[in-house]
T-cell receptor, first 112, second 116 residues
């Protein structure tokens, strides 16, 4: 069964203090790894898709990387508006398999 | 706004009542998904459609849950004889990918269900 584990559960940063969020996964053949941002009471907002080990993608202060067992979401010089829950999900290869398996998320708080 | 829309946004019901939620996907997206999310957890897959065909259902989806996507457009999720354990956020997502390809799923705002 596919599994996703995210750590830490919560992270508090000072504005400008860079850090990384971890996503460990086990999957029977990775089709894609996804990062989403979720604000309280709202649906997840798509950030990145990574397909193979070594791949990196960037968007503003965020950079996502992928290895064969983990993905990292690096946040450079965060601002208070980056405060949210960050969700990692995997999609497995094979047939009609299309569902996403999510981790529990990492709640990020950035203090001004 | 051309994103995924869901109605209602909030639903409060008494135990034993039936409820129905609606999801309108992004125009021309042929895949539509339903997930359920409880507090402190990530979304859990319930079911998905490729056009009007329901291709996969999670074992989480008991006989009290039924989903439809007539004509491959909007979808409805019905819960019969609701229980307090059904209280959760019900999320709908859509994607443009054809079968077998990696796809990006775009989520709606969700319907928050509270069962009293």
């Amino acid at each position: 069964e596919d599994q996703v584990t995210q750590s830490p559960e919560a992270l508090r940063l000072q504005e400008g203090e860079s850090s990384s969020l971890n996503c460990s996964y086990t999957v029977s053949g990775l089709r894609g790894l996804f990062w989403y941002r979720q604000d309280p009471g709202k649906g997840p907002e798509f950030l990145f898709t990574l397909y193979s080990a070594g791949e990196e993608k960037e968007k503003e202060r965020l950079k996502a990387t992928l290895t064969k067992k983990e993905s990292f979401l690096h946040i450079t010089a965060p601002k208070p508006e980056d405060s949210a829950t960050y969700l990692c999900a995997v999609q497995a290869r094979g047939g009609a398999n299309s569902k996403l398996t999510f981790g529990k998320g990492i709640t990020l708080s950035v203090r001004p | 706004d051309t994103g995924v829309s869901q109605n209602p946004r909030h639903k409060i019901t008494k135990r034993g009542q039936n409820v129905t939620f609606r999801c309108d996907p992004i125009s021309e997206h042929n895949r539509l998904y339903w997930y359920r999310q409880t507090l402190g957890q990530g979304p859990e897959f319930l079911t998905y459609f490729q056009n009007e065909a329901q291709l996969e259902k999670s074992r989480l989806l008991s006989d009290r849950f039924s989903a439809e996507r007539p004509k491959g457009s909007f979808s409805t999720l019905e819960i019969q004889r609701t229980e307090q354990g059904d209280s959760a956020m019900y999320l709908c997502a859509s994607s443009p990918a054809p079968l077998g390809y990696t796809d990006t799923q775009y989520f709606g705002p969700g319907t928050r269900l509270t069962v009293l």
